[in-house]
């Protein structure tokens, strides 16, 4: 039974509803405002020395706030105690992170962005730093890595058994984005050539099985992958079936240099809890499992909302020289672009002089042509994501959202040009005004539509960077097309 | 045996490895190409009757090609024909959906996006639709209800049994985006005074397990939940221990009114594959999988992406009138606020008829208060999502935010400064571009952090919609700052 007791200690506290987290940090910033002002009465001790024993019950000192912090804290699933530091600004963070018992310190850092994991492991002496990767899995170890100092790891190394260490050297070995970079090497391997009552004494043997275990894989004597038996199976046949006739023969692998995001779009299509990793020999090197896919989708989805705006994942209370350092490249570009378009349509001072009313309805132009132009560029990001733009469709679909601008341009065009001819009295304004805004959402589109093609072509990330470019197209266009058609027909 | 062969045949088809949705892709485009142009030539017989004996032996006729078609779509998952319906042009997508089995119309409908199936559904005459419905479990119909037409879903609901009948009802009478209607009713259910054995036997008696089961709920004679039971901990265990003893007692359990998105939050945090769903009574009532948080992950990843751009979800080969009927409002919107601060820049026409360089300048003032303001609103949208503002930290970041913008905004106001000096040899005006630049950033941050903040204060999603308000304050006050200063200062 003892085993069992500890068994269970070991699983990661869960709160019995979605809104508990929310209830402790709560808790915690309430805490943490009541340990500042007993912290700055403490520094200033009121006169008469006995005070601190007549203290009203109700005020704790500091050092029961911190405990009172230290119970919420040991009570709640890393994954909380991770959202909690993120929400805190950083002297607090570091109050709360020294709270935290020294044995989850790795699995919090796990579950930290890289921004605030990095603040919170360069305020980590070298033992701490070991302590906290000494007991992580190899793949988690690997995870951490890049932010440990060297020295930090080849302790760890040094320490781990041998077959973790060619584990964690694997892991290494590849990158990020790869399939890989996420696998774990929690892996339940069994024979072909046993019963499934077999299996089931075998696996009574574990003290718990790895999380995410759905499967149990099927290997030969070589190690290589032949099959695998779901729970699944294992659970709804009898005990005397051999592992051969209830075994999946035909299953999706995937190789460690895989696309981790192509993979995530295997899991998601098939509604995988886990799948084994395969080396070019068909040899059983890893498992991917669905908790790290989440992660994949997610990180993707904010990544691209992230770089639409041209920013990196940014610790909240990241300190103003960081932010300005993660903010100001993307506005300078943005900036020069802005010149360039600004002095092309300077170009054309002597026709605004004359007209000025063109100085006016210029950046309506240009910002139109970048709204239909963003619009195309999403629809089209969205399918190469989706994988449903080939060499087959591909012209089809350019010829309908050119179209598509042609149709939305000509009913803006004609309101534009309505509201130009109305303001200025002039009619021939309206119809330059007209012309130049369809013509500015055919480039809108066409930038919408190759920027991206092409990135994705060369194997680039297409939603990265592809905006500056569009503005760009489209703000330049625009005032040299809407310009251009005044200096010819209006002057 | 006969048994256990079904069971591994109704399992959908999983490839063996991930490109191979791609390559079937391929074959199917290649071959509808093959078909209309064997149809073209088949309209049009060429001279001499006995033509269709002498055909060389490497064109197949259209039938062939049919067949060779539903060849390749028999073998595919679901999801992977969903995926190439999607990446088809309307008369081919019909093509392939008329030779999908009909047993299957149903799996493949549930993958689909909502336009493309709107758009096969239509097709489809009543009966279709009815076989297509009929078979699949009650909170799948309930996914389709919305589409199917009314007397569709009366014969459906009166051909269930009453007790998926009731759970059709309940699973319609939950909005979507609450864990209500996502949830399913593959429910295995035990009792807490029984030994593992007999819980293993009972498991023998089913044919195959509901996908995603990684625990059995424990619950008593009224239906309340008491506890779940891990595959995992009925495996380690030995078969004589008492489910209660090994049973999970402290649950995460979601009430079917809860927000589905908070769900997802909380399935990432603590990497579940499944959760009870339990009504105000604690009574067991569905179970939620990870196979449906994944897909709400993704969609709303997607819709946030989408509706940035002022878009819903369109049929990538949506008609030209449905695809403008989609773009245009947002393009009306933007065009009546760019009108608008056009309108209020027009007030300055004085001004700047004297001097013009002023027009060309006033567009990077605009432009850049927007990007700032964009980098702001992503961060505080991000952080909304994550949960981490609170009453106690939101001033510190308006203050954090506010002292960024002041940066990069004295950074970039001095860098165009001197482009506006240097462009006009106007000392004046580059001091006055500098000022306006470094206000409109503050401009940009301000709506940046309070447009979200006040959204999501009021239940809305804070990203839609806040774009448009955005670029609206930092055109309309770009223009007003810049020329106002301008008019003060220049003349």
Known sequence: MSDLREELNEEAQVPADAEAPLRALAAVQGLLQQYRQADETAQRPAPGEAASDDTPTETLTPQQLLLALKAIIDALHPADIANILEALPPPERLLVWNQVDAEHDGEILLELSDAVRESLMAKMDREDLVAATENLDADEIADLAPDLPRDVVEEVVSAL?????????????????????????????????????????????????????????????????????????????????????????????????????????????????????????????????????????????????????????????????????????????????????????????????????????????????????????????????????????????????????????????????????????RFTLGVVMMAAMMLNLLVGASIGIVVPLLRARFGKDPAIGSSVLLTFATDTMGFLIFLGLATLFLL
Chains 1, 2 share one sequence.
Request: one cysteine or more; a negative charge; charged letters at 25%.
């Open 161 to 425: 058994p041998l077959e973790e260490r060619e584990q964690l050297r694997a892991a290494l070995s590849y990158p990020e984005d790869t399939v890989g970079g996420s696998m774990d090497f929690d892996l339940i391997t069994i024979r072909n050539d046993v019963t499934l009552e077999v299996v089931l004494r075998y696996l009574r043997r574990w003290d718990r099985l790895p999380d995410h275990t759905d499967q149990v894989f099927v290997i030969d004597r070589d190690d290589l992958l032949r099959g695998s038996l779901p729970l699944n199976r294992l659970l709804v046949n009898e005990p005397e079936v051999m592992v051969e006739d209830v075994m999946r023969k035909e299953l999706l692998t995937f190789d460690p240099l895989d696309d981790i995001s192509d993979a995530a779009h295997a899991f998601e299509r098939y509604d995988m809890v886990s799948a084994p990793v395969v080396d070019a020999a068909g040899k059983l090197v890893g498992r991917l499992t669905i908790d790290e896919i989440v992660d994949v989708i997610r990180e993707e989805g904010e990544e691209q909302a992230l770089s639409k705006a041209g920013l990196q994942e940014e610790d909240l209370f990241a300190s103003l020289l960081s932010s300005a350092r993660n903010r100001a490249p993307w506005l300078l570009l943005n900036l020069c672009t802005a010149a360039i378009a600004a002095f092309v349509a300077s170009r054309f001072e002597a026709t605004v002089e004359k007209i000025v009313m063109l100085a006016f309805l210029m950046s309506i132009v240009a910002g139109i042509g970048g709204n239909s132009g963003n619009q195309t560029m999403t629809v089209i990001i969205r399918a190469l994501a989706l994988g449903f733009i080939t060499p087959s469709n591909v012209s089809r679909l350019v010829r309908k959202e050119l179209l598509v601008a042609l149709v939305v341009g000509s009913i803006g065009g004609a309101i534009a040009g309505f509201f130009a001819w109305a303001i200025s009295g």
